[in-house]
C-alpha cells in the first residue's frame, strides 16, 4: 500500500497523494480543485508534464486588442492596406485600431480572424 502522506520536508508542506481509477480521475480532480478553492487556495493549472499555466494577460499585461492585431498582421506578413482589402475595412481603420484609438467590435473581429487565419476572440 502506498504512504497517502510523506514526511514533511520544509515543515510548512506536506506532499498528499491520491490514487483513484483512470476514468474518474477528471471528475476526481475537478472537484479536488474546486476542494482547494473553496479553502481559499490559488489554484493554478498545470499542463500534462505538470508545468504551470499561465494566463496571456499575466505573461504579457501591456499587451492589448491592438497589438495582438499587429502580431497576427506581421505572422502573416501583410500590410495595413492588404489586410484592410481582405477584412473589407479601411486602411486607416486598421491603423487606428492597432494604436488603440478604434475599438474592435465582434463583427469587425471576425472578418480579421477570418483574414488573418486566427479565431476572432483573440481580438475582442
Not at 476514468?23 to 500534462?48: H, M, P, Q, S
Not at 475595412?89 to 477570418?114: F, Q, W
Request: glycine share 6%; aromatic share 8%.
Amino acid at each position: 500500500m502506498l504512504e497517502l502522506t510523506k514526511k514533511q520536508t520544509t515543515g510548512k508542506f506536506v506532499e498528499m497523494r491520491l490514487r483513484a481509477p483512470a476514468k474518474d480521475a477528471a471528475r476526481i480532480l475537478t472537484a479536488t480543485k474546486e476542494f482547494w478553492r473553496l479553502a481559499g487556495y490559488e489554484v493554478r493549472e498545470t499542463n500534462d508534464e505538470g508545468e504551470e499555466l499561465f494566463d496571456a494577460s499575466e505573461v504579457f499585461p501591456d499587451s492589448h486588442p491592438g497589438a495582438i492585431l499587429r502580431g497576427f498582421r506581421l505572422r502573416e506578413e501583410l500590410t495595413q492596406k492588404q489586410l484592410a482589402e481582405l477584412a473589407k475595412l479601411k486602411p486607416h481603420h486598421i491603423s487606428e485600431m492597432e494604436n488603440g484609438k478604434r475599438p474592435i467590435g465582434k463583427d469587425v473581429a471576425k472578418r480579421l480572424g477570418e483574414a488573418l487565419n486566427a479565431n476572432f476572440k483573440v481580438f475582442l
